[in-house]
């Protein structure tokens, strides 16, 4: 954000970076090998809905959109406690890619349709033998990922998330503010 | 490249600038007369102009660098982190969603114990920032939305470098303040205590003259500070309710809030004051029909806020 722009108090929302999203699959075959955490071929879109018509509308047509395809997979949507909505898919767990295409679906629809800052986070999630849960989550506005791997009681496994960020520091951009791995307590799919 | 639905407000820039500028052009004046004052009646009056300046100044530095500080003992918040209770959770998941949606820096949390429901940021830069909300604003009376939209306006403020930019502003009308104190006290007992008889008639005129310029730059820059506070309130609420896409929560967490506000006790509207220019709300509200009160209120009416945010809200739905 420019000088002028914080002077004149005319911050804009953020577009999202997009691209990034695609090394998803490469990430999930290192975290196999190294770590013995499996994709659980479910992954999910979050985004705060805008007020209005117009937000419902491409939501809407996101939905149909994602349940057309042959092999496709009901797409379920929960509002969280925060008051964002949470898009989720379901794949077959070894087909990382077509989870990830899917979504890809949602954010370019949400920017084509104008709302591209509404997005905030999507979840890939993982488990391994032991029943450990781990969530890959890319932020949309810095384009790097975090691991978030969720204990009973609101606690997080912070060892696990480290080793993580160890493994996969070679395939994805991690976020090096450590701040902004936000803990997203109950996501859906994770 | 797809269309964009978040265009500035252009009108509300402009009357930015212009009140920015004026209040430029009358530092600049106030300068020029302070100057003109020294070269045309010799030093007499430099040692009130140089510690007024030198006081101002190190006022100005002072709350610009203490002003987490000095706001949180003010409000007796406490800072709080995600695991101190369900309402630091609460709000620590709130400002977490938002930072990652604005893509900025995670502001410290604070809560303050007080039967007003109110918020407000403080510190002088995004990594300095501090949010405070009151008990009152978590006690239920505002829904998740209405919370959310009230800490999106604050989490504005700070991008938006309030702080910073309303101490520099407001530095001019500090160091006129003082100024016409000290040449009052300076009129009232300096007169006769100098040694030379010679000058005293001329240093009377020149008090009398710093006396007349720090009120007028004191009035005048008073003024144009207050609208440009409310430039920055009309600001942060339009980028807040951006930010969540959201307008109407915002809107309806402005109209409980203030309505709720007029509704407190004398004695804590006035331990608030001094802390108006920062707040969600001001304590003062009331009534917001006077004119000559939006003149001088930190805030824009009640009215003029909710226009823009249903004018927001219609921008966002086509």
């Known amino acids: 954000m420019g000088f002028l722009d914080t002077l004149l108090g005319r911050t804009k929302p953020v577009p999202p970076k997009l691209d990034d999203l695609f090394a998803i699959p490469t990430a999930a075959i290192t975290l196999q090998a190294a770590m013995g955490l499996v994709p659980t071929g479910t992954g999910s879109v979050c985004f705060r809905a805008a007020e209005g018509r117009a937000f419902s509308d491409i939501e809407k047509d996101v939905r149909e959109l994602l349940s057309m395809g042959e092999d496709a997979a009901p797409v379920e949507v929960t509002t969280d406690s925060y008051g964002f909505t949470w898009l989720v898919c379901h794949h077959a767990a070894d087909d990382v890619e077509a989870l990830v295409t899917d979504l890809h679906a949602v954010n370019s629809s949400l920017v084509d349709g104008g709302f591209g800052p509404q997005l905030l986070c999507t979840l890939v999630s993982f488990r391994d033998d032991s029943g450990k849960r781990l969530g890959l989550v890319y932020l949309y506005k810095r384009g790097t990922f975090y691991p978030f791997a969720p204990l009973d009681n609101e606690r997080r496994d912070n060892a696990l998330e480290l080793q993580v960020r160890g493994a996969v520091g070679v395939d994805l951009k991690i976020e090096p503010d450590l701040n902004r791995w936000f803990a997203v307590w109950g996501a859906p799919g994770l | ?318």
């Open chain 2, 1 to 318: 490249m797809a269309k964009t639905r978040y265009a500035p407000d252009k009108g509300l820039t402009a009357r930015m600038t212009l009140t920015m500028f004026l209040l430029g052009l009358v530092f600049v004046a106030f300068i020029i007369v302070l100057v003109w004052l020294l070269s045309a009646f010799g030093v007499g009056s430099g040692a009130i102009i140089f510690f007024a300046i030198l006081l101002g100044a190190g006022l100005t530095i002072g709350s610009f660098f203490y002003s987490d500080k000095i706001a949180l003992s003010a409000a007796r918040a406490v800072e709080v982190g995600p695991n101190d209770g369900p309402m630091a959770a609460k709000v620590h998941g709130i400002v977490d969603r938002l930072c990652a949606l604005a893509d900025m820096p995670k502001p410290r949390v604070a809560i303050a114990r007080s039967p007003m429901p109110n918020a407000f940021a403080t510190g002088r830069n995004a990594k300095k920032a501090v949010l405070c909300v009151t008990t009152s604003l978590m006690d239920g009376r505002l829904d998740d939305r209405e919370l959310e939209g009230v800490i999106a306006h604050e989490m504005s403020h700070v991008a938006h470098k309030d702080v910073a930019v309303m101490t520099i502003a407001s530095f001019l009308g500090i160091i006129a303040g003082l100024l016409v104190r000290f040449a009052f006290y300076g009129q009232l007992f300096g007169g006769g205590g100098r040694s030379n008889n010679d000058n005293n008639g001329g240093g009377a005129i020149v008090l009398l003259i710093t006396l007349a310029v720090g009120i007028v730059v004191y009035a005048v820059s008073f003024l144009l500070i207050r609208l440009l506070s409310r430039y920055r309130e009309l600001a942060a609420d339009r980028a807040g309710a951006l930010l969540t896409g959201q307008p109407s929560a915002l809107a309806s967490a402005l109209t409980k809030v203030s309505g709720d506000i007029a509704r407190i006790p004398q004695k804590d509207l006035r331990q608030a004051e001094p802390l108006n220019a920062f707040y969600f709300a001001p304590a003062l509200s009331g009534k917001a029909g006077a004119s000559l009160a939006n003149l001088f209120s930190t805030h824009p009416s009640l009215d003029r806020r909710l226009r823009q945010l249903s004018e927001i809200s219609e921008q966002l739905a086509r």
